[in-house]
């Protein structure tokens, strides 16, 4: 198994998938990461496993995706801007354990149909995202690298995803680690939302759009996660505040 840096050093979007079942141990090391996830931060993350790759978990549109999935994530919690952030923050830790176990995701919020997944929603959730999970195809065919190349072409410059006071040479090594991650991260529509502020020896994220939405929410964790997986590759483990502005609380 990859570990979760050089997983998240491999993973894309991946949006052509083989024909072919996940196997079930894998969706148990699956499973144990979804239920702890439930358990520990109060979302209501589902997995559906059909075995069966000629039985889609999911329909996925055919403009965007090509091949079938056996398996997918549909990632619930709360509808509200903070739930949105958690979904990010969790479904990213668990793409990137299917990641490391060899699988191909993708997070997918509006290419789908509704229809084809029936998830248990509490009071107060929502179906924020999908995320199926198969095996890539070995050639991706052409429709599938004009789709990524197209929108990765509106990929911000790495600098971009300071905000200091500092110049870029006396940043602490571990502080651009977790930038250069946070920008190899999914975002929605590749918008990159999220920075990452260091200023008085504090380091925050945030939105620094103008124009926030609700799946901004899903990126900000997503991008706190990936910000924590760089940072600790670069020695240095922590923990996020959640919140627009959140702080990261590095460990002493
Ligand atoms: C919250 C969220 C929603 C997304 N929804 C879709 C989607 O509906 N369809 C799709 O093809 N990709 C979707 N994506 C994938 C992004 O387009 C992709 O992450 C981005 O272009 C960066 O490319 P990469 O993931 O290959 O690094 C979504 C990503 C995120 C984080």
Redesign the pocket.
């Given at each position: 198994m990859l570990t979760e840096f050089e997983a998240m050093e491999k993973r894309?979007?991946v949006?052509a998938y083989e024909k072919r079942a996940v196997e079930p141990e894998i969706m148990l090391e699956l499973k144990e990461l979804t239920d702890e996830i439930n358990a520990s931060a109060g979302l209501h993350f589902q997995l559906v496993d059909t075995r069966d790759a000629n039985a889609p978990a999911v329909k996925l549109s055919a403009a965007?995706f090509s091949g079938t999935v056996s398996a997918c994530a549909l990632l619930v919690g709360p509808e509200d801007e903070l739930g949105g952030e958690m979904v990010?923050y969790y479904g990213e830790k668990l793409v990137l354990r299917a990641v490391a176990l060899g699988l191909g995701t993708?997070?997918?919020?509006?290419?789908?149909d509704r229809g084809s997944v029936d998830p248990v929603l509490n009071d107060g959730e929502k179906l924020w995202?999908v995320v199926p999970l198969g095996y890539a195809a070995e050639k991706v065919p052409f429709k599938q690298r004009t789709i990524?190349a197209a929108?990765?072409k509106k990929d911000r410059k790495p600098e971009d995803f300071i905000e200091s006071d500092h110049g870029p040479a006396s940043l602490p090594r571990w502080v651009t680690a977790g930038a250069e991650a946070v920008k190899?991260g999914?975002?929605?529509?590749?918008q990159q939302p999220v920075n990452i502020v260091y200023r008085d020896g504090l380091v925050i994220a945030r939105l620094w759009k103008e124009k926030k939405n609700r799946?901004m929410y899903?990126?900000l964790g997503?991008a706190k996660y990936q910000f924590q997986v760089g940072a600790e590759h670069a020695g240095v483990l922590g923990f996020w505040n959640f919140g627009d502005g959140g702080e990261f609380i590095a460990d002493n």
């Open positions: 894309v979007s949006r965007m990010g993708c997070w997918v919020a509006g290419t789908f995202c990524r929108i990765r190899a999914p975002s929605a529509v590749n799946m899903n990126d997503i």
